[in-house]
């Protein structure tokens, strides 16, 4: 309202008496009727200090990085190329297709590598898109719409300036530790399986039984969460199997099948093929013996209360998914990770491919485990948002962040170390710290912990601070 009426919007201040005191005060009117008056009278001793705030506008490097060339990263790439944006796509890898390159079939059956091969051929052929195959990202800096960022490929370094960044580098497959993978050669995993049907492996068709063990290494005290995929992809591979040999033995044991959503119909019709299931509990796991080349398989039947044992020709590990080692990625970029090395969105339900940090977007299996149409999906998304930015043309910053005062600052570098989003550097000449408004999101965090009170909020000063406190106290 005060903008569209011409005046500078920081000259504002509101006392939030709804929210903050009669929601959550209703049953204490008296109490919430001071609280009401404390707070109206410290909202008027900061707005009689307030000061219009200035805001700049900076150019927009019209071309955006995507880190990642799997199913995600290709995606996202093709859609800001179709937008008219150039694009440059950094691979560690020499070839494009990432985990999705090695599966058979999406839930509903459609082949993966067909969908693979299509997007590819695209995304290469396409004059906006510049490939950067087995090369790595070494050096990063700048924010929203003026980022540079420096490569290393084919052993020599190049800077790429760009307005927009967005991760996309996937996950990958857990190698298991247990149930004999690695010593016995009818031990695989269900990617490996996957790779099997995708080359029609005549060995599949001639298996008198399969068993599948589930949640093999997630959730359990090293990674507690659920890899989500592994439930819907064992029963896809098994009704693969039941396809080629209607006869063949098939059992799952699991912990707790999780067919999300519309995979339900998965787990039906494979029940209805004459899959097998046995539930076992994380304390009585289910153990695998050696018999020559098959493998004696042993658990304990939750209903019969009683162990069973039975002889397979091939076992399949449902494996952990786990992140990519993304350590280096996100201290460049300076971006969050979870306990468990997955990157985290600015916020789940508001702002789920964006992060903190401005013009720098998630998607796909770097952010969760998640099927293949998802992690689609949200590289749409984040390619939605990275055209919000690079079709402005210009970014506006300034207005509540901080500034230093130089004459006050002693150059300790405890807002160097405490600030969160990487906006305070030091300056080498003055021996001083001064703030990237750019970078700065106004948290504060570096006018709190200063103790010479170099660093000033922009629209909270220590002046109005002070006033706010002595005002609260005068009641």
Known sequence: TMADAGLNKYLFEMANIRN???WVHSEEKDEATRKAQDMVRMAV???ALLSPLPESTLPVTPVALVVGAGVTGMTAAANLAAHGFSVHVVEKEKDLGGMAARLH?????????AFVDALKKEVLTHPKIQWHLGASLVEAEGFVGNFRTTIRENGSLHTIEHGVVLIATGAQERKPTEYLYGEHPAVVTNVELDE???EDDPRLKNLSSVTFIQCVGSRDEERPYCSRVCCGHTLRNALELKALNPDMSIAVIYRDMRSYGVWEELYRRARHAGVLFFRYRPDDKPKVLREGDKLTIQVTDHILQRPVSWTTDLLCLAAATIPQDNRDLARLYKLPLDRDGWFQEAHQKLRPVDFANDGIFLCGMAHYPKPLEESVTQALAAAAKAVSI????QVIVGGLVSRIDAARCTGCGVCLEICPFGAIQRD???RTARVLEALCKGCGACAAACPAEAPTLQGFTHRQMYAQIKSALAA
């Open 20 to 22: 903050l005191n009669s």
């Open 45 to 47: 001793a900061k707005a």
């Open 105 to 113: 079939k999406t839930w509903r059956g459609e082949s993966v590598r």
């Open 196 to 198: 099997r049907l995708q």
């Open 390 to 393: 690079l079709s402005r043309g």
């Open 428 to 430: 080498e000449v003055a």
